[in-house]
Structures are given as structure tokens and as C-alpha cells.
């Protein structure tokens, strides 16, 4: 099931961070995408540029329990980025669920289970009946981001 995410641009400034970075609909070798591009900085404790959706609008919970995974087709700079999950069991911003891939500068399909993510400061089992919110997340050392997402599929 293709999901049709609206994307939003967020940054370490949120927490006094100094990284910039933006989000724009682009084609890239002929397929449209949403590109997260910007300059990851690890200056004044900062260190990432995010580009985030809602599966519901208003942040409410999306019943993944019939599904497997999820897949992204990306294409980027070579660099290892985030996909990251949260669900409505997540009190803190801080917390995710979070599994990392790069992404090649041809277009690639990454596909990942649900149990490949992570739990990231959290003792909560990932629960896909409680599924909010989806992010694709540069960060971890300073570098330039450049990362397209053309499309994002809940597999079964």
C-alpha cells in the first residue's frame, strides 16, 4: 500500500542546533521525489535535518497490523541515513523506532521488516496498531544531506 505522505522539514534548531537544510519536490532520472537537502552541522550540540510526515492528519494512529514492513524508494549522495517510526506509545520526541540505510545515487528500493527497526531510548515493543509518524533523518556527523524519496510502501 503506497502511502501518501505530506512532508515537513525539521532541524536541530528545534533544540538550539545550527544545521539548515530544506524540503522540495524534484525529479530525479525521471521519477518524481521529495528531497530532503541541507548541511548537518554538529556545532552548539546540534547534528541533523529531518524530513517527517503523519500517517493521519493530526498525528493519530494508523492500524499497521495487517502489514509486514515498510519499503522506500530512494536515490541520494552515497550517505547512510535513518527511516525512523513512532507510534502512539512514544511520550518523548527523542524516542523511536529506527533502522539506517544509504542511499545510492541510482534509485534503490529499500525494504525493512518491522522487526529490522530499532528501539532507540525506549523500553516499549513496537506496536503497528499504534503507527504515527514517519521520518527520514540525517544525522550522526557532519556532512551535506541530499536524499529523494519517490515513494513509501507498507509491504505485507
Known sequence: MELALDWEFVADTVMGGVSQG???TVTRAGRAAMALTGRVSL???GGFVQMAADLVPGGGAFD???YAGIEIDVCGNGETYDLRLRTTDLTRPWQSYRVDFVAPADWVTHRFAFA???AHRTDVPFDPTGLRRLGIVAIGHAFDADVAVAAVRLTR
Open 22 to 24: 530544506r524540503i522540495r
Open 43 to 45: 556545532e552548539n550540540d
Open 64 to 66: 499497521a497490523n495487517g
Open 116 to 118: 529490522d527497526f530499532e
